[in-house]
C-alpha cells in the first residue's frame, strides 16, 4: 500500500521547537525528492522545504529558513523537518509529499510534480 504518514505535530509554545516525520512505504523511496508543505486555515499552501533523493540538493521557504532543518534517512523510509525558533505564523498543518521532479520543481510546483501526499500532521505555535 503506497503513503505517508506524517507525525510529530502538536501545541507549543513560541521559541520551541518540535521535529515532524514522515514515513514512507509501498514504493522506492530513494527514488523520490521529498517535501514539506503547510497550510493554515484560510490561507494558500506553501512550500516550506524539499529535499532531493539522496540529500544534496535541499531548498528552504524564506520564512524558514535558518529555523528548519529538513532530513532524510533512506535506510528508515523517512524525511525530517526539525522547527526550531517556531513562531505563531508557523501554525498550520503540514504535509509531505514525493515527487520524482527536481527538487525546485517540486517546491514551487507541488500539484504538478507530486504522486504522493500524507495526511498531515498540526502545529500549533501560541502564547
Known amino acids: 500500500q503506497l503513503q505517508l504518514v506524517e507525525s510529530g505535530g502538536g501545541l507549543v509554545q513560541p521559541g520551541e521547537s518540535l521535529r515532524l516525520s514522515c514515513q514512507a512505504s509501498?514504493?522506492?523511496?530513494?527514488?523520490?525528492?521529498i517535501g514539506w508543505f503547510r497550510q493554515a486555515p484560510g490561507e494558500e499552501r506553501e512550500g516550506v522545504s524539499c529535499i532531493s533523493t539522496r540529500g544534496y540538493n535541499i531548498h528552504y521557504a524564506e520564512s524558514v529558513e535558518g529555523r528548519f532543518t529538513i532530513s532524510r534517512d533512506n535506510a528508515k523510509n523517512t524525511v525530517y523537518l526539525q522547527m526550531d525558533s517556531l513562531k505563531a505564523e508557523d501554525t498550520a498543518t503540514y504535509y509531505c509529499a514525493a515527487g520524482t521532479a527536481t527538487v525546485a520543481s517540486l517546491c514551487s510546483h507541488p500539484d504538478t510534480y507530486s504522486d504522493y501526499w500524507g495526511q498531515g500532521t498540526l502545529v500549533t505555535v501560541f502564547a
Open positions: 509501498g514504493f522506492r523511496f530513494d527514488d523520490y525528492a
